[in-house]
């Protein structure tokens, strides 16, 4: 059974940080480029980043660059994000997901930035 579940979120004060992980069962996790998305209340899903299936420092969208960092490790079949300087408006629904042979999700960790 193919699992991709997140955690790592919560309510975290304005310019504080979080890490996410999204762990990997069910599908050989090393062969999958991993991304990650968001969704805030009233909008379309964003994509935030995107490793490829090799790790490296992957690829960021604009609207977080240089805050969110993206990151992998086969050996733990986990995808991680790293969010800094937080705002309250990254607060959002954070979902993984694996595209590759067929697309999977994850069911998503919420992450509240406010004071």
């Known amino acids: 059974q193919v699992q991709l579940v997140e955690s790592g979120g919560g309510l975290v004060q304005p310019g504080g940080s979080l890490r996410l992980s999204c762990a990997a069962s069910?599908?050989?996790?090393?062969?999958?480029?991993m991304s990650w998305y968001r969704q805030a209340p009233g909008k379309a899903r964003e994509w935030l980043a995107s490793?490829?299936?090799?790790?490296?420092?992957?690829s960021v969208a604009d609207s977080v660059k240089g805050r969110f960092t993206i990151s992998r490790d086969n050996a733990k079949n986990t995808v991680y994000l790293q969010l800094s300087s937080l705002k309250p408006e990254d607060t959002a629904v954070y979902f993984c997901?694996?595209?590759?042979?067929?697309?999977?999700w994850g069911q998503g960790t919420q992450v509240t930035v406010s004071s």
């Open positions: 069910g599908f050989t996790f090393s062969m999958y480029p």
């Open positions: 490793v490829s299936s090799m790790g490296g420092t992957g």
């Open positions: 997901r694996a595209r590759g042979a067929y697309d999977y």
